[in-house]
Structure formats: C-alpha cells, structure tokens
C-alpha cells in the first residue's frame, strides 16, 4: 500500500521558533502537494513540489526526490501559523489519479 | 479566496436519504476532484473528473456517484446515507491532471442523524 507518514504528528513551539515539518512516501510520485488546514475546515495549497525547494514568505518546502522525503519548513513562527499541515502526493504510475494524503501534523504556536 | 465553490456549506439529513454536494471549478480548470475527510480515516481520494468524463476512482462507495456538467461544474451524489457517512466533503480543481496543483473548495461538512 502507498502510504504517506508525517512527522511529529504533533507540535507546540513558542512564537518566533523555526519549525520543521517532514513528510516520507515510499514508491515514485510525480509530484507533492503541502497543505494547510485551519480549525475553520478550509484547506488551502501552500506548495505543489516536484523537485527542488520553493518559498513563499516566511514558508520554505524542500523535496528530496532520491531520498522520497520532504520537508516544510517556517522561519519565525507566529500564533497565526497554528494549523494542521498535510503532506499529499500523487503517486506516479498506474492506478487512483488523486491525492494520497498524510495524517497531518498539528502545530501550535503560543504567544 | 481559491476559486472553488462548494454549496452547501452545511447538511444534515437523516440516515437513508439522498443528498447532492455541489462543486464550481476555478475558472479554466478542468480536473475536478472529490475528497472525504473523516475523523477515524483522514483525507480519502474518492472520483475524479476530467473535462466530463471519469478519469479515476478512488475509494468511492457503491451508493455514491458523481457527474461532472458540460460547464465543468460537479455533482456528488450520497444515497441511503448512514451514520458513518458523517464527514466533510471537499472538492479540488486543477487544469490538468497530477502534474498541476490543486486548488481546494471550503468543504461541505454532511452530519447525518
């Protein structure tokens, strides 16, 4: 089964910390998907990676393709940041055309 | 604001009815995709749909259907609703397929009694 694990699944940071988020599939996928999930239920696409490293303010996503493992990562976290963060890819080849996803990991950052 | 419109954002029906979950595509998208998050089984790939044909099946139940319209809007059809069918329901548009990023709907969150 093509399963996507997340890690920590949990995580309380003060304001200000640099937070790291990892995300590790295990066959080939064409590409992978950082999202995030507030309290409200809305999910929202944060990066779409297929190589490389990508930033967009203070987020950073990195994917290591050989290795099949990702990172997202925040500098300076703020409370606004507190979400869930969910892993997804698209898994390459034959079979379902949507997105695996990871169990999420639930970040908290306190003031 | 992603561009995807779902309606409603709220249903409750009881166990045994038939609802339609609606879903508006980005402009110029023409993948739709369903999803289901549940409590005990997370986000769930369930039917997607390209330029209105069928293009993969996920772990969709047999009294669920889906259709997409020749203006690319969607339908998701949940019939003899049960207990366990209680989850939210999101829809997300691409243009392509699993090569272009997805752009998630606010979901439809179903309780059924």
């Known amino acids: 089964k093509n399963e996507v694990e997340q890690s920590p699944q949990n995580l309380t940071a003060q304001e200000g910390e640099f937070i790291t988020i990892n995300c590790s599939y295990s066959?080939?996928?064409?590409?992978l998907h950082w999202l995030q999930q507030h309290p409200g239920g809305g999910i929202v696409s944060l990066f779409m990676l297929s190589s490389g490293k990508k930033k967009h303010g203070r987020l950073i996503a990195t994917i290591n393709i050989q290795e099949k493992h990702s990172s997202l990562h925040i500098t300076a976290s703020h409370p606004r940041d507190s979400a869930v963060y969910i892993c997804?890819?698209?898994?390459?080849?034959?079979?379902?055309?949507?997105?695996?996803f990871g169990k999420g990991t639930h970040l908290i950052i306190q003031p | 604001d992603s561009g995807v419109t779902q309606t409603p954002k709220h249903l409750i029906t009881a166990t045994g009815q038939r609802v339609t979950l609606r879903c508006s595509p980005r402009?110029?998208?023409?993948?739709v995709y369903w999803y289901q998050q549940s409590l005990d089984q997370g986000l769930q790939f369930l039917i997607q749909?390209?330029?209105?044909?069928?293009?993969a099946k996920g772990n969709i139940l047999e009294r669920f259907s889906a259709q997409q319209f020749p203006d690319l809007h969607s339908e998701l059809n949940l019939s003899s609703l049960e207990l366990g069918d209680s989850a939210l329901y999101f829809c997300?548009?691409?243009?392509?397929?699993?090569?272009?990023?997805?752009?998630f709907g606010q979901g439809t969150r179903l309780t059924v009694v």
């Open positions: 066959v080939g996928i064409s590409a």
């Open positions: 997300a548009s691409s243009f392509g397929t699993s090569n272009t990023e997805a752009f």
């Open positions: 402009s110029g998208d023409l993948s």
């Open positions: 997804a890819v698209y898994y390459s080849g034959g079979g379902a055309d949507g997105l695996t």
């Open positions: 749909y390209y330029n209105g044909e069928e293009r």
